[in-house]
């Protein structure tokens, strides 16, 4: 198999600003990849994740020495992605990118989508949320009013604003679905009050990683206090962190660019089950190959927020169909997506 790849660079709507990473750029590079093999070809897109140490740098140095490791066998799933691990356990992006590029050329080969050969009803796909980023007020407020579309909205927070920031939401969406994701920016001194003033004004369907990752002693009052659910992000990377999360969260956000891709994300998809935990699907700032990627996996979570591609003003690529939060999977081959 012929691995090579390029950086492109995407274009935001909006700046996308998170509590714990304030940033006016509305520019963004990541790495489309191609895997090719006896004339088909499958895509993969490599998110890198700075928060966890990784870059288009490092991805790229892992995908010139990868590049030599894949072997002649698009079949070869466990074996090709085990030895990526056993070398490049710190670029789960990058092996995200191989991981999504061989699902798509082994579903081109086979000439049915990866929906379908994983066994998968595309219509029990839950209905994806679109995010609302932190920003100014008007901002905000224009923001919702663009989103009419979508009946369930996910909202930055994690500020001195939060407040603020949920009144003008729910001013301009007042029976929306509302979710919340505090990416960290809450502490174990204000959580709970923050918990319980916020789901009590607005009406919160659940509220995602409120505290850091590892600052956890509080979370089970807060659990017990009955505010909604908690659903862990930045504390649950990858599958050794699921079960640490049972007792105190309800729920993980699995994201392919964290944990590594469809086969390490169907691992802690069957262990959050056994384990009683409510599951999402999330997503970086992606085309919709990488978007496309998770989706397919959509029919076995109970939240999806696969919005990547719909912050973009120049997605690459077309085939993710869909509209009012609905994501829509094709009948062609692998990922089902083709290059504009």
């Known amino acids: 198999m012929k691995l090579t790849w390029r950086r492109r660079r995407l274009h935001l709507r909006y700046p996308f600003r998170i509590a714990r990473r304030q940033d006016d750029n509305t520019e963004k590079e990541m790495l489309l990849i191609q895997i090719e093999h006896g004339g088909h070809v499958g895509w993969g897109e490599a998110a890198p994740i700075s928060y966890y140490h990784q870059s288009l740098d490092s991805a790229e140095a892992m995908l010139r020495e990868a590049a030599g490791m894949l072997?002649?066998?698009?079949?070869?799933?466990?074996?090709?992605?085990?030895?990526?691990?056993?070398?490049?356990a710190d670029q789960s992006a990058a092996i995200a990118a191989i991981d999504g590029a061989m699902h798509d050329l082994a579903g081109r080969i086979l000439g049915i989508p990866v929906w379908k050969w994983l066994g998968l009803d595309r219509s029990r796909a839950p209905l994806t949320s679109f995010t609302i980023g932190i920003d100014d007020l008007d901002v905000i407020a224009r923001k919702v009013e663009e989103a009419a579309q979508y009946p369930i909205l996910k909202i930055k927070v994690g500020t001195p604003r939060d407040d603020e920031i949920?009144?003008?939401?729910?001013?301009g969406a007042p029976d929306k679905v509302l979710r919340v994701d505090a990416n960290c920016g809450w502490t174990s001194a204000n959580v709970l009050e923050?918990?319980?003033?916020?789901?009590?004004?607005?009406?919160?369907?659940?509220?995602?990683?409120?505290?850091?990752?590892?600052?956890?002693e509080v979370l089970p009052a807060v659990r017990k206090a009955g505010l909604g659910p908690l659903v862990a992000d930045e504390s649950c990377?990858?599958?050794?962190?699921?079960?640490?999360?049972?007792?105190?969260?309800?729920?993980?956000?699995?994201?392919?660019?964290?944990?590594?891709?469809?086969?390490?994300?169907?691992?802690?998809?069957?262990?959050?089950?056994?384990?009683?935990?409510?599951?999402?699907?999330?997503?970086?700032?992606?085309t919709s190959v990488g978007i496309a990627a998770a989706a397919h996996l959509a029919p076995l979570v109970d939240w999806i927020d696969l919005d990547g591609h719909l912050l973009l003003a120049d997605d690459p690529f077309e085939g993710l169909g869909g509209s009012e939060g609905r994501l829509t999977l094709n009948d062609r081959p692998g990922l089902g997506l083709v290059e504009r």
């Open 71 to 88: 072997g002649d066998d698009p079949f070869a799933f466990d074996a090709v992605l085990d030895a990526l691990w056993a070398r490049f």
């Open 166 to 171: 949920l009144a003008t939401v729910r001013r």
């Open 194 to 216: 923050q918990c319980r003033r916020l789901s009590e004004r607005y009406r919160l369907e659940f509220i995602e990683q409120p505290t850091p990752a590892g600052e956890h």
């Open 237 to 286: 990377v990858g599958v050794a962190d699921v079960l640490r999360c049972v007792g105190l969260f309800d729920g993980i956000n699995i994201k392919l660019s964290k944990c590594g891709g469809i086969r390490r994300a169907l691992q802690m998809i069957h262990t959050a089950r056994s384990a009683g935990l409510k599951i999402m699907l999330g997503c970086m700032i992606e």
